[in-house]
């Protein structure tokens, strides 16, 4: 069983910075695709990024603003955000599936519980 545990969200005013962490179980990990995706009020979820042992990618609204990373020997996952505005406000959830191969945006087999980013202005 794989789980996920997302911590690192809070209150944060605009143009400041916040890491999320992804802890990851499992024995393999280093071959897990994992992203972040978000998810606010009254919207749909929405891919943020993704890292796998191939390479990794944001989604254009981050894009130059959010760096995803990850410490194999540690099993986690970062995501570091900068210049953080209102609009980025939301629930933060990690995902992870066996392989890079395949889309970026999913579909993922495990999820995590989320962790609330919130943006003040």
């Known amino acids: 069983q794989v789980q996920l545990v997302e911590s690192g969200g809070g209150l944060v005013q605009t143009g400041g910075s916040l890491r999320l962490s992804c802890a990851v179980s499992?024995?393999?990990?280093?071959?897990?695709?994992v992203a972040w995706f978000r998810q606010a009020r009254g919207k749909e979820r929405e891919f943020v990024a993704t890292i796998s042992w191939s390479g990794y990618s944001t989604s254009d609204s981050v894009k130059g603003r959010f760096t995803i990373s990850r410490d194999n020997a540690k099993n986690t996952v970062f995501l570091q955000m900068t210049s953080l505005n209102p609009e980025d406000t939301a629930v933060y959830y990690c995902?992870?599936?066996?392989?890079?191969?395949?889309?970026?945006?999913?579909?993922?087999?495990?999820w995590g519980q989320g962790t609330q980013v919130t943006v003040s202005s």
């Open positions: 995902a992870a599936r066996s392989g890079s191969s395949g889309s970026r945006t999913g579909p993922y087999d495990y």
């Open positions: 499992g024995r393999t990990f280093s071959g897990y695709r």
